[in-house]
């Protein structure tokens, strides 16, 4: 087994499945190179895939009726998206999804993997308990933009970068403007929030440059 194929298998939504399913599943994994800007698919496509980011970015997104663009997800190395699509009913996409820098995707087979899930119930069980895990988690991000202020949700998400680029100086993987649209803040309350965790010594910023200077004094700035 080379060193992608033992990444790609750690992953949750692999991690369960034996050396026998891996082979039977191998003819319906698929890899994708994508350009920065290149678009995957369009929310409300069917969806006969959902996805592995191998390296790079894909940025997930919807358009309001006035055209503005509300970033839901930035997915990076080691993350998936469109696992949702496994289990609706008909199967469509629910958001957009644009390469956000060049991306590599493998791209697993919806109607190959739900039959392995059928085959195998001990599978099943192993991939469904850690599908509650992340709903859990993303019950915990949902708190944390409704009922936190701006500044610890800025924080939160810059601790979330230190965390998945390294450290101690991280860069910005998106335009401030659409970061704020993540986060669900207006672009001069990003701005007023990055000023107030530089005047706090937590971080210091240039252009796309953020560095981290007091790690600690950043994450009681994010309430975790």
């Known amino acids: ?32 190179h994508l350009r920065a800007g290149q678009s995957l698919f369009s929310q409300g496509d069917r969806a006969n895939a959902f996805y592995i980011v191998v390296n790079g970015a894909m940025k997930l ?41 060049d991306t590599q995707l493998l791209a697993i087979e919806r109607d190959a993997y739900l039959q392995l899930l059928r085959e195998s119930f ?19 991000e949902i708190e944390a933009l409704s009922l936190h202020g701006a500044v610890p949700r800025v924080a939160r998400y810059l601790l979330e970068q230190l965390a ?7 860069r910005l993987p998106l335009p401030k ?17 990055l000023r107030k965790l530089t005047d706090g010594r937590a971080i210091s910023v240039r252009g796309a440059a953020v560095q981290m200077r007091d790690e600690e004094t950043l994450r009681r700035a994010s309430l975790i």
């Not at 190395?77 to 996409?93: I, T």
């Not at 001990?122 to 915990?140: E, F, P, S």
């Open 1 to 32: 087994m080379d060193r992608d194929e033992q990444s790609l298998r750690k992953h949750y939504l692999l991690a369960a499945i034996t050396d026998a399913q891996w082979r039977a599943l191998s003819p319906y994994l698929h890899s994708h």
């Open 61 to 101: 997104f919807r358009v309001s009726p006035q055209g503005t663009e509300k970033i839901m997800r930035l997915v990076r190395g080691g993350q998936s998206f469109a696992e949702s699509v496994l289990f609706s009913d008909p199967p469509r996409y629910p958001v957009h999804a644009q390469a956000a820098e």
């Open 122 to 140: 001990d599978t099943c069980r192993a991939v469904m308990a850690q599908m509650t895990q992340r709903i859990y988690a993303h019950w915990n």
């Open 164 to 170: 998945s680029q390294g450290g101690p100086t991280v």
């Open 177 to 193: 403007v659409q970061i704020a649209a993540q986060l669900g803040l207006a672009p001069e309350t990003l701005s007023r929030a």
